[in-house]
T-cell receptor, first 117, second 114 residues
Framework: GAVVSQHPSRVICKSGTSVKIECRSL??????MFWYRQFPKQSLMLMAT?????????EQGVEKDKFLINHASLTLSTLTVTSAHPEDSSFYIC?????????????FGPGTRLTVL | AQSVSQHNHHVILSEAASLELGCNYSYGGTVNLFWYVQYPGQHLQLLLK??????LVKGIKGFEAEFIKSKFSFNLRKPSVQWSDTAEYFC????????????FGKGTTLSVSS
């Protein structure tokens, strides 16, 4: 299957700082990328959907000014958590789908563990 | 809006026991259905998927699932579990259109004792 990478795998930051997480599709062109959030012992909650070259679509309750998503190329999407606070600590997972993948299948990255002190 | 229900929060089995994890979804249109597994400390892995065709789908590691359209269900089964199957299992669904996000169930924790 297709490979999706995320960087960094873990990040610890101070409250009030911003953190950028990268999601890359390594061997296919991802026309659509999705960002999910997973709290401990809970399921994945969709945060936003991004299509290459256009603005991301955010789910209800997700602050677009706090979670900035950029999908500038067919292989890279970034999620920036701005002015992070302890309640933003979570596991962030991206997935990618599109050209080269089976119809409507998505491939998940390994996730990024964010801890805000 | 789509939603996914997983009935079992935590399942505890002995090795060699049979497994069935329930999954029901609510969506009136064409759907794609998935089961993912997340081993402790690891990322999501796709177990199996259903897009169309034979409603009995076979996946990796001896898992299978049956899509019953009339019941809006996609239950996961394995005839004989192993200790290494201890993990979190997620059922997910998306609408049958390209580029739609997955909606996940809350997950089922499976603990297998040797």
């Amino acid at each position: 299957g297709a490979v999706v990478s995320q960087h960094p795998s873990r990040v610890i930051c101070k409250s009030g700082t911003s953190v950028k997480i990268e999601c890359r599709s390594l061997d296919f062109q991802a026309t659509t990328m999705f960002w999910y959030r997973q709290f401990p012992k809970q399921s994945l909650m969709l945060m936003a959907t991004s299509n290459e070259g256009s603005k991301a679509t955010y789910e209800q309750g997700v602050e677009k000014d706090k979670f900035l998503i950029n999908h500038a190329s067919l292989t890279l999407s970034t999620l920036t958590v701005t002015s992070a606070h302890p309640e933003d600590s979570s596991f962030y997972i991206c997935s990618a789908g599109g050209a080269g993948s089976s119809y409507n299948e998505q491939f998940f990255g390994p996730g990024t563990r964010l801890t805000v002190l | 809006a789509q939603s996914v229900s997983q009935h079992n929060h935590h399942v505890i089995l002995s090795e060699a026991a049979s497994l069935e994890l329930g999954c029901n979804y609510s969506y009136g249109g064409t759907v794609n259905l998935f089961w993912y597994v997340q081993y402790p400390g690891q990322h999501l892995q796709l177990l199996l998927k259903y897009f169309s065709g034979d409603p009995l789908v076979k996946g990796i590691k001896g898992f299978e699932a049956e899509f019953i359209k009339s019941k809006f269900s996609f239950n996961l089964r394995k005839p004989s579990v192993q200790w290494s199957d201890t993990a979190e299992y997620f059922c997910a669904v998306n609408a049958g259109q390209a580029g739609t996000a997955l909606i996940f169930g809350k997950g089922t924790t499976l603990s297998v004792s040797s």
